[in-house]
């Protein structure tokens, strides 16, 4: 939250998220900015390990960043992709927007790479 301009509070969404806990108004915030949404299960594990997939999913929200979907897709045999990260994967456009080098346009949260 530090890298916010403010700490907008807000309501806790997570049932596993204890208020008493130094990193609270943290996680409420950043669910607040949209930057974390938690697990599919509706929880926030706060004991869990974050995985690469999610780490970048979290930076790439901090920063506005969204992979060009069409541009990736019609463009998979010149990008840089990762046999681990097929284009099924849930954080697969997460990766390739923080995996390769791109100019692009913007027009509010629609990223669009242009090369």
Known sequence: MRFASRNPGGENIFPDLEEGSWYYDHVVGAVIYGWIVGKDNGT???TGLL???EAVTIINRMLRRFGDRNYIDSHADEIVTF???LSTYWAY???EEA???HKFTRDVSVETWVK
Request: no cysteine; glycine share 0%.
């Open 44 to 46: 926030f594990d706060p």
């Open 93 to 95: 456009y997460d990766i």
């Open 99 to 101: 995996s390769n080098t």
């Open 51 to 53: 995985s690469r997939a």
């Open 83 to 85: 046999p681990d990260a």
